[in-house]
Protein backbone atom coordinates (compact mmCIF):
# COMPACT_ATOMS: atom_id res chain seq x y z
CA UNK A 1 0.00 0.00 0.00
CA UNK A 2 1.20 3.70 -0.83
CA UNK A 3 1.41 5.46 2.26
CA UNK A 4 0.84 9.25 2.27
CA UNK A 5 2.35 10.56 5.03
CA UNK A 6 5.39 12.70 4.79
CA UNK A 7 7.43 10.78 7.09
CA UNK A 8 7.29 7.36 4.98
CA UNK A 9 10.81 5.20 5.40
CA UNK A 10 11.63 4.28 1.86
CA UNK A 11 13.69 1.94 2.96
CA UNK A 12 11.48 -1.11 2.99
CA UNK A 13 9.45 -1.47 -0.67
CA UNK A 14 6.26 -2.40 -0.11
CA UNK A 15 6.72 -5.33 -2.26
CA UNK A 16 9.23 -7.30 -0.18
CA UNK A 17 8.38 -9.31 2.53
CA UNK A 18 9.30 -7.87 5.99
CA UNK A 19 11.58 -9.65 8.27
CA UNK A 20 9.95 -9.90 12.35
CA UNK A 21 12.24 -8.67 13.72
CA UNK A 22 11.48 -5.39 11.62
CA UNK A 23 8.31 -5.57 12.64
CA UNK A 24 7.73 -2.59 15.09
CA UNK A 25 5.17 -4.30 17.50
CA UNK A 26 5.69 -1.73 20.30
CA UNK A 27 3.92 0.31 17.58
CA UNK A 28 1.37 -2.00 16.76
CA UNK A 29 0.70 -2.86 20.46
CA UNK A 30 0.35 0.99 21.52
CA UNK A 31 -2.08 1.49 18.32
CA UNK A 32 -4.03 -1.50 20.10
CA UNK A 33 -4.10 -0.18 23.50
CA UNK A 34 -5.48 3.04 22.08
CA UNK A 35 -8.54 0.87 21.87
CA UNK A 36 -8.92 0.56 25.79
CA UNK A 37 -11.32 4.16 26.44
CA UNK A 38 -13.97 2.19 23.67
CA UNK A 39 -13.14 -1.30 25.41
CA UNK A 40 -14.68 1.03 28.73
CA UNK A 41 -17.67 1.35 26.60
CA UNK A 42 -18.23 -2.14 25.95
CA UNK A 43 -20.65 -3.55 29.02
CA UNK A 44 -22.64 -0.74 29.00
CA UNK A 45 -23.56 -1.29 24.79
CA UNK A 46 -23.71 -5.61 25.45
CA UNK A 47 -26.61 -4.96 27.78
CA UNK A 48 -28.57 -2.13 25.75
CA UNK A 49 -28.02 -5.26 22.82
CA UNK A 50 -30.06 -7.02 25.89
CA UNK A 51 -32.72 -5.15 26.90
CA UNK A 52 -33.13 -2.26 24.30
CA UNK A 53 -35.20 -3.25 21.62
CA UNK A 54 -33.77 -0.19 19.07
CA UNK A 55 -30.15 -0.83 20.06
CA UNK A 56 -30.98 -5.21 20.18
CA UNK A 57 -29.15 -5.29 16.54
CA UNK A 58 -25.87 -3.22 16.71
CA UNK A 59 -23.69 -6.31 17.37
CA UNK A 60 -23.75 -7.14 13.88
CA UNK A 61 -21.46 -3.32 12.95
CA UNK A 62 -19.53 -4.50 15.99
CA UNK A 63 -19.04 -8.24 14.34
CA UNK A 64 -18.13 -6.41 10.87
CA UNK A 65 -15.57 -4.29 12.21
CA UNK A 66 -13.80 -7.24 13.78
CA UNK A 67 -13.89 -9.08 9.95
CA UNK A 68 -12.97 -5.84 8.70
CA UNK A 69 -10.19 -5.17 11.24
CA UNK A 70 -8.99 -8.70 10.77
CA UNK A 71 -9.10 -8.24 6.35
CA UNK A 72 -7.13 -4.89 7.27
CA UNK A 73 -4.69 -6.18 9.54
CA UNK A 74 -1.72 -7.20 6.92
CA UNK A 75 -2.02 -3.47 5.44
CA UNK A 76 -1.65 -1.71 8.82
CA UNK A 77 1.62 -3.78 9.64
CA UNK A 78 2.97 -2.88 6.39
CA UNK A 79 2.51 1.09 6.85
CA UNK A 80 3.72 0.49 10.31
CA UNK A 81 7.08 -1.11 8.92
CA UNK A 82 7.28 2.13 6.74
CA UNK A 83 6.32 4.42 8.55
CA UNK A 84 7.50 6.41 12.41
CA UNK A 85 4.78 8.05 14.55
CA UNK A 86 2.82 10.82 12.73
CA UNK A 87 2.80 13.90 15.17
CA UNK A 88 0.55 15.17 12.73
CA UNK A 89 -2.13 13.11 14.25
CA UNK A 90 -2.02 14.52 17.56
CA UNK A 91 -4.57 17.56 17.07
CA UNK A 92 -6.95 14.52 16.16
CA UNK A 93 -6.08 12.14 19.14
CA UNK A 94 -6.48 15.62 21.64
CA UNK A 95 -10.13 15.69 19.90
CA UNK A 96 -11.14 12.63 20.03
CA UNK A 97 -9.82 12.69 23.92
CA UNK A 98 -12.04 15.59 24.63
CA UNK A 99 -14.80 13.66 23.04
CA UNK A 100 -14.55 10.82 25.25
CA UNK A 101 -14.29 13.14 28.52
CA UNK A 102 -17.32 15.23 27.48
CA UNK A 103 -19.19 11.77 26.94
CA UNK A 104 -17.99 10.75 30.46
CA UNK A 105 -18.55 14.57 32.07
CA UNK A 106 -21.87 14.80 31.04
CA UNK A 107 -22.96 10.69 31.28
CA UNK A 108 -23.79 10.73 27.80
CA UNK A 109 -23.08 7.21 26.04
CA UNK A 110 -23.44 7.90 22.68
CA UNK A 111 -20.60 11.04 22.66
CA UNK A 112 -18.49 8.49 24.69
CA UNK A 113 -18.79 5.55 22.33
CA UNK A 114 -17.93 8.04 19.11
CA UNK A 115 -15.29 9.51 21.37
CA UNK A 116 -13.68 6.40 22.26
CA UNK A 117 -14.11 5.04 18.14
CA UNK A 118 -12.01 8.04 17.45
CA UNK A 119 -9.45 7.69 19.59
CA UNK A 120 -8.37 4.45 18.50
CA UNK A 121 -8.64 5.01 15.03
CA UNK A 122 -6.54 8.29 15.65
CA UNK A 123 -4.29 6.15 18.03
CA UNK A 124 -3.68 3.81 15.10
CA UNK A 125 -2.78 7.05 13.32
CA UNK A 126 -0.39 8.51 14.88
CA UNK A 127 1.21 4.82 15.95
CA UNK A 128 1.15 3.38 12.56
CA UNK A 129 1.12 6.27 10.10
CA UNK A 130 -1.92 7.80 7.90
CA UNK A 131 -1.65 4.98 5.58
CA UNK A 132 -2.95 2.36 8.50
CA UNK A 133 -5.52 4.62 9.18
CA UNK A 134 -6.83 5.65 5.86
CA UNK A 135 -7.00 1.36 5.11
CA UNK A 136 -8.76 1.44 8.59
CA UNK A 137 -11.40 3.93 7.60
CA UNK A 138 -14.37 1.74 6.75
CA UNK A 139 -13.93 -0.78 9.19
CA UNK A 140 -14.22 2.64 12.09
CA UNK A 141 -17.21 3.72 10.39
CA UNK A 142 -18.77 0.55 11.03
CA UNK A 143 -18.23 -0.16 14.36
CA UNK A 144 -19.36 3.84 14.87
CA UNK A 145 -22.68 3.16 13.42
CA UNK A 146 -23.31 0.60 16.52
CA UNK A 147 -23.41 3.13 18.81
CA UNK A 148 -25.54 3.06 21.88
CA UNK A 149 -28.43 5.00 20.70
CA UNK A 150 -27.70 5.97 17.09
CA UNK A 151 -30.86 4.33 16.14
CA UNK A 152 -33.59 6.66 18.51
CA UNK A 153 -30.90 9.89 17.42
CA UNK A 154 -32.13 8.93 13.59
CA UNK A 155 -35.66 7.63 14.04
CA UNK A 156 -36.51 11.38 16.30
CA UNK A 157 -34.10 13.80 14.06
CA UNK A 158 -36.04 12.71 10.59
CA UNK A 159 -38.58 11.19 11.57
CA UNK A 160 -38.72 7.57 10.32
CA UNK A 161 -39.56 4.55 11.56
CA UNK A 162 -37.16 2.27 13.84
CA UNK A 163 -36.91 0.00 11.11
CA UNK A 164 -36.36 2.44 8.52
CA UNK A 165 -33.51 3.75 10.78
CA UNK A 166 -32.00 0.49 11.15
CA UNK A 167 -32.24 -0.56 7.60
CA UNK A 168 -30.02 2.89 6.37
CA UNK A 169 -27.70 2.31 9.04
CA UNK A 170 -27.23 -1.67 7.00
CA UNK A 171 -26.73 0.24 3.90
CA UNK A 172 -24.29 2.60 5.05
CA UNK A 173 -22.03 -0.35 6.71
CA UNK A 174 -22.95 -2.48 3.57
CA UNK A 175 -20.66 0.38 1.91
CA UNK A 176 -18.31 0.62 4.47
CA UNK A 177 -17.52 -2.75 3.59
CA UNK A 178 -17.36 -2.59 -0.14
CA UNK A 179 -15.01 0.65 0.40
CA UNK A 180 -12.76 -1.79 3.12
CA UNK A 181 -12.37 -4.17 0.06
CA UNK A 182 -11.37 -1.05 -2.68
CA UNK A 183 -8.81 0.23 -0.16
CA UNK A 184 -7.08 -3.56 0.34
CA UNK A 185 -7.57 -4.36 -3.38
CA UNK A 186 -5.97 -0.94 -4.05
CA UNK A 187 -2.91 1.41 -3.25
CA UNK A 188 -5.52 4.73 -3.30
CA UNK A 189 -4.87 7.00 -0.40
CA UNK A 190 -6.12 10.20 -0.02
CA UNK A 191 -4.47 12.76 0.89
CA UNK A 192 -4.53 14.00 4.63
CA UNK A 193 -5.54 17.82 3.66
CA UNK A 194 -8.55 16.24 1.43
CA UNK A 195 -9.94 13.96 3.94
CA UNK A 196 -9.74 16.56 7.09
CA UNK A 197 -11.83 19.49 4.71
CA UNK A 198 -13.97 16.56 4.07
CA UNK A 199 -14.70 15.19 7.37
CA UNK A 200 -14.98 19.10 8.69
CA UNK A 201 -17.41 19.76 6.27
CA UNK A 202 -19.23 16.81 6.92
CA UNK A 203 -18.96 16.98 11.01
CA UNK A 204 -20.73 20.93 10.22
CA UNK A 205 -23.27 19.84 8.30
CA UNK A 206 -23.80 17.14 9.94
CA UNK A 207 -24.50 19.37 13.79
CA UNK A 208 -26.51 21.59 11.53
CA UNK A 209 -28.72 18.72 10.92
CA UNK A 210 -29.33 17.26 13.92
CA UNK A 211 -29.33 20.40 16.24
CA UNK A 212 -32.05 21.86 14.12
CA UNK A 213 -34.99 22.85 16.17
CA UNK A 214 -34.18 19.87 18.82
CA UNK A 215 -32.52 22.86 21.80
CA UNK A 216 -35.91 25.23 21.88
CA UNK A 217 -36.56 25.86 25.48
CA UNK A 218 -39.17 27.90 27.66
CA UNK A 219 -39.72 28.96 31.19
CA UNK A 220 -39.88 26.30 33.83
CA UNK A 221 -43.02 24.38 33.48
CA UNK A 222 -44.00 22.16 36.60
CA UNK A 223 -47.77 21.18 37.11
CA UNK A 224 -48.23 20.50 40.71
CA UNK A 225 -50.66 17.48 40.52
CA UNK A 226 -50.88 16.84 44.40
CA UNK A 227 -53.40 20.03 44.25
CA UNK A 228 -56.45 19.98 42.03
CA UNK A 229 -56.73 23.31 40.17
CA UNK A 230 -60.07 24.80 40.26
CA UNK A 231 -62.36 21.92 38.15
CA UNK A 232 -59.93 19.50 37.92
CA UNK A 233 -59.81 16.24 39.00
CA UNK A 234 -56.73 14.40 39.80
CA UNK A 235 -56.46 11.21 41.16
CA UNK A 236 -52.78 9.31 41.93
CA UNK A 237 -52.59 5.52 40.52
CA UNK A 238 -50.60 2.76 41.44
CA UNK A 239 -47.53 2.32 39.40
CA UNK A 240 -47.08 -0.38 36.54
CA UNK A 241 -44.23 -2.72 36.98
CA UNK A 242 -43.05 -1.56 33.78
CA UNK A 243 -42.89 1.57 35.15
CA UNK A 244 -41.46 0.93 38.11
CA UNK A 245 -38.42 -0.86 36.31
CA UNK A 246 -38.09 1.82 33.75
CA UNK A 247 -37.39 4.42 36.30
CA UNK A 248 -35.68 2.38 38.89
CA UNK A 249 -33.96 4.83 41.34
CA UNK A 250 -36.16 7.64 40.28
CA UNK A 251 -38.97 9.19 42.13
CA UNK A 252 -42.54 8.44 39.38
CA UNK A 253 -45.85 9.18 39.82
CA UNK A 254 -49.16 8.44 38.07
CA UNK A 255 -52.41 10.63 37.67
CA UNK A 256 -55.33 10.44 36.28
CA UNK A 257 -56.26 14.14 35.55
CA UNK A 258 -59.68 15.38 34.27
CA UNK A 259 -61.45 18.34 33.72
CA UNK A 260 -65.09 16.90 33.35
CA UNK A 261 -64.87 17.38 29.66
CA UNK A 262 -61.62 15.58 29.19
CA UNK A 263 -59.45 13.10 31.00
CA UNK A 264 -55.44 11.85 30.50
CA UNK A 265 -53.03 9.81 32.49
CA UNK A 266 -50.08 11.77 33.57
CA UNK A 267 -46.87 10.38 34.82
CA UNK A 268 -44.29 12.65 36.75
CA UNK A 269 -40.23 11.67 36.98
CA UNK A 270 -38.32 13.29 39.58
CA UNK A 271 -35.03 12.69 38.14
CA UNK A 272 -32.33 10.29 40.14
CA UNK A 273 -28.68 10.80 39.93
CA UNK A 274 -28.35 7.59 37.19
CA UNK A 275 -29.45 9.43 34.44
CA UNK A 276 -28.64 5.74 32.61
CA UNK A 277 -31.96 4.74 34.27
CA UNK A 278 -34.06 7.54 32.06
CA UNK A 279 -35.35 6.83 28.69
CA UNK A 280 -37.35 8.37 25.87
CA UNK A 281 -40.98 8.62 26.64
CA UNK A 282 -41.29 5.58 23.41
CA UNK A 283 -39.02 3.46 25.06
CA UNK A 284 -41.06 3.32 27.96
CA UNK A 285 -44.25 3.37 25.77
CA UNK A 286 -43.33 0.18 23.50
CA UNK A 287 -42.17 -1.52 26.62
CA UNK A 288 -46.35 -1.20 27.54
CA UNK A 289 -47.22 -2.45 24.00
CA UNK A 290 -48.07 0.69 22.40
CA UNK A 291 -46.88 1.15 18.37
CA UNK A 292 -45.31 4.75 18.19
CA UNK A 293 -46.55 6.31 14.32
CA UNK A 294 -44.86 9.16 14.59
CA UNK A 295 -42.54 11.60 17.07
CA UNK A 296 -41.18 15.12 16.96
CA UNK A 297 -40.09 17.95 18.93
CA UNK A 298 -42.84 21.23 19.00
CA UNK A 299 -43.16 24.02 20.25
CA UNK A 300 -46.85 25.15 21.59
CA UNK A 301 -48.63 27.60 22.73
CA UNK A 302 -50.77 26.95 25.75
CA UNK A 303 -54.16 29.58 25.87
CA UNK A 304 -53.13 31.59 28.14
CA UNK A 305 -49.73 32.65 26.57
CA UNK A 306 -46.95 30.66 27.65
CA UNK A 307 -44.69 28.56 25.63
CA UNK A 308 -44.02 24.81 26.07
CA UNK A 309 -41.52 22.85 23.77
CA UNK A 310 -42.77 19.03 24.26
CA UNK A 311 -41.59 16.06 22.18
CA UNK A 312 -45.25 15.01 20.60
CA UNK A 313 -45.78 11.09 20.05
CA UNK A 314 -48.61 10.39 17.97
CA UNK A 315 -49.07 6.63 19.04
CA UNK A 316 -51.74 3.31 19.11
CA UNK A 317 -52.02 1.80 22.26
CA UNK A 318 -54.80 -0.84 22.83
CA UNK A 319 -55.74 -0.48 19.25
CA UNK A 320 -56.99 2.70 20.16
CA UNK A 321 -54.54 6.35 19.03
CA UNK A 322 -53.26 8.26 21.67
CA UNK A 323 -51.48 11.17 21.83
CA UNK A 324 -48.62 12.13 24.32
CA UNK A 325 -47.10 15.70 25.58
CA UNK A 326 -43.46 15.12 27.15
CA UNK A 327 -41.28 17.64 28.47
CA UNK A 328 -38.41 18.15 30.81
CA UNK A 329 -37.98 20.72 33.23
CA UNK A 330 -34.81 21.99 35.15
CA UNK A 331 -33.69 24.76 37.80
CA UNK A 332 -34.22 27.33 34.69
CA UNK A 333 -35.64 25.78 31.73
CA UNK A 334 -38.53 23.57 29.81
CA UNK A 335 -36.93 21.36 27.34
CA UNK A 336 -38.62 19.26 24.86
CA UNK A 337 -36.14 17.13 23.09
CA UNK A 338 -34.75 14.07 25.31
CA UNK A 339 -31.26 14.96 23.73
CA UNK A 340 -31.02 18.69 24.99
CA UNK A 341 -32.52 17.05 28.05
CA UNK A 342 -29.63 14.67 28.17
CA UNK A 343 -26.95 17.46 27.22
CA UNK A 344 -28.06 19.71 29.96
CA UNK A 345 -28.60 17.34 33.07
CA UNK A 346 -26.71 17.80 35.92
CA UNK A 347 -26.78 15.40 39.00
CA UNK A 348 -26.40 18.59 41.15
CA UNK A 349 -29.73 20.13 39.72
CA UNK A 350 -33.40 18.87 40.29
CA UNK A 351 -34.79 17.98 36.84
CA UNK A 352 -38.38 15.90 35.95
CA UNK A 353 -39.90 14.48 33.51
CA UNK A 354 -43.69 15.17 32.56
CA UNK A 355 -45.72 13.01 30.53
CA UNK A 356 -49.07 13.48 29.38
CA UNK A 357 -51.20 11.30 27.29
CA UNK A 358 -54.90 11.26 26.06
CA UNK A 359 -57.55 8.96 23.94
CA UNK A 360 -58.15 10.41 20.85
CA UNK A 361 -61.93 10.11 21.66
CA UNK A 362 -63.76 11.77 18.38
CA UNK A 363 -61.13 10.50 16.07
CA UNK A 364 -59.26 14.03 15.70
CA UNK A 365 -55.58 14.29 16.91
CA UNK A 366 -55.91 18.26 16.24
CA UNK A 367 -59.13 18.02 19.08
CA UNK A 368 -56.97 15.82 21.42
CA UNK A 369 -54.13 18.11 21.49
CA UNK A 370 -56.56 21.45 22.17
CA UNK A 371 -57.15 19.87 24.92
CA UNK A 372 -54.55 19.10 26.60
CA UNK A 373 -53.53 22.36 25.84
CA UNK A 374 -56.36 23.77 27.95
CA UNK A 375 -55.82 21.20 30.60
CA UNK A 376 -52.37 22.18 30.81
CA UNK A 377 -52.93 25.75 30.80
CA UNK A 378 -54.86 25.22 33.64
CA UNK A 379 -52.05 24.46 36.23
Known amino acids: ?24 WMRLAGAFLAGIPFFCTLPYSVGSWRNSPMDRLNWIFHLLFVLMAACSAPSVKDSAVRSKPDWFALPAVA ?14 YLVRILGGVGFWWTGIWFFCGWGAAWVMLPAFGALALGSTSSTYLLRSRFLISSMTALICKLAAAVICVAVCMVFILT ?9 WFLLAAGVILTGTVLSRGGAASAAP ?19 TEDTIRFFEGSEAH ?10 CNALVVKCGSDIHKIHPASHCMRSGGAEIRSESVVMHKLPDGRSLPVTEIHANLR ?8 WYTGPAETIGSFFAFRRKWSASDEWRSYQFAAFVQDGSEESARKMLLDLLSKF
Do not use: W
Open 1 to 24: MRNASENVESSVPASESVPAASVP
Open 187 to 195: EFVMKREVF
Open 95 to 108: AAAAMYAAGLVKHI
Open 254 to 263: QYQVADGVFE
Open 221 to 239: FRPDLTVAPEGVQIVELPL
Open 319 to 326: GFPVVTFV
